[in-house]
T-cell receptor
Framework: AQSVTQPDIHITVSEGASLELRCNYSYGATPYLFWYVQSPGQGLQLLLKYFSGDTLVQGIKGFEAEFKRSQSSFNLRKPSVHWSDAAEYFCAVGPFSGGYNKLIFGAGTRLAVHP | NAGVTQTPKFRVLKTGQSMTLLCAQDMNHEYMYWYRQDPGMGLRLIHYSVGEGTTAKGEVPDGYNVSRLKKQNFLLGLESAAPSQTSVYFC???????????FGPGTRLTVL
């Protein structure tokens, strides 16, 4: 069955430090891959997506992610974290067969940023 | 251009009561979705629609019904609310099967 695993429930980094959030998926073929961010009390906003082509994807707010087929991973990175990056981050995989745009979401990683 | 809006933002129900959550989008999207978000579980798809007049079940459809009478609106109904339905509900829409889903701000529902 398709699944998404985000191994880290909480991560705390200092402002200015680099960040990597992990995402692993289970799927028979190459899926579409997404990272969303949710600020407190808000809906989800798309950071970036991978459909095909270059495996290093640039997104908004200085984020990037790298698709590694051999590791079934799509880790999110940022070279220098800002206090405003504190939020919850969700990795998602989809769509799947059946003709509809179904996404499977990971459980999320909550990021705290220390000044 | 408001994007995806949800009504209401908060609601408290007693067990057995009914209510309807309204989702509206002004982007002319064909696809609309209802998710619930629970701590430690990410978002789970309740129901979705691939166009006006169509609906289908997602991962966790039990206890919910939906309707898509107009392309821009997607309603989620709880006929007899249960405490297990306490959650944050998100509506989303997308243009096509492969495109980005746009999310509303959410509705926080508490069932006592």
């Amino acid at each position: 069955a398709q699944s998404v695993t985000q191994p880290d429930i909480h991560i705390t980094v200092s402002e200015g430090a680099s960040l990597e959030l992990r995402c692993n998926y289970s799927y028979g073929a190459t899926p579409y891959l997404f990272w969303y961010v949710q600020s407190p009390g808000q809906g989800l906003q798309l950071l970036l997506k991978y459909f095909s082509g270059d495996t290093l994807v640039q997104g908004i707010k200085g984020f990037e992610a790298e698709f590694k087929r051999s590791q079934s991973s799509f880790n999110l990175r940022k070279p220098s974290v800002h206090w405003s990056d504190a939020a919850e981050y969700f990795c998602a995989v989809g769509p799947f067969s059946g003709g509809y745009n179904k996404l499977i979401f990971g459980a999320g990683t909550r990021l705290a940023v220390h000044p | 251009n408001a994007g995806v809006t949800q009504t209401p933002k908060f609601r408290v129900l007693k067990t057995g009561q009914s209510m309807t959550l309204l989702c509206a989008q002004d982007m002319n999207h064909e696809y609309m979705y209802w998710y619930r978000q629970d701590p430690g579980m990410g978002l789970r798809l309740i129901h979705y629609s691939v166009g006006e007049g169509t609906t289908a079940k997602g991962e966790v459809p039990d206890g919910y019904n939906v309707s898509r009478l107009k392309k821009q609106n997607f309603l989620l109904g709880l006929e007899s609310a249960a405490p297990s339905q306490t959650s944050v509900y998100f509506c989303a829409s997308s243009y096509s099967m492969q495109s980005e889903q746009f999310f509303g701000p959410g509705t926080r529902l508490t069932v006592l």
